[in-house]
């Protein structure tokens, strides 16, 4: 695993929100209902999370705890990439 800083995305939809935590694009920690996704891209996670209910938000939480809108998707799932 790389010993780079964690990313850290607030991720929202319909039915869930939380945190993911994710190193070199693979998702490392999240939220019990999101487990399952731990190891995997977090574009996995984004895709289903798409699939079940539509579309989302997606933000990333800088090192100094400020939110950065990343995306509304489905517009832009390939963000990313």
Do not use: C, H
Not at 40 to 48: D, E, S
């Amino acid at each position: 695993m790389s010993r780079n800083r964690p990313l850290k995305y607030w991720v929202s939809s319909k039915k869930f929100t939380g945190q993911v935590d994710s190193v070199d694009g693979l998702i490392v920690d999240a939220p019990p209902v999101w487990r399952k996704f731990k190891g995997q891209p977090l574009n996995n996670l984004l895709a289903w999370l798409r699939r079940i209910d539509g579309a989302l938000i997606l933000e990333r939480i800088d090192a100094d705890y400020t939110w950065k809108r990343i995306a509304r998707l489905p517009v832009d799932i390939g963000v990313l990439q």
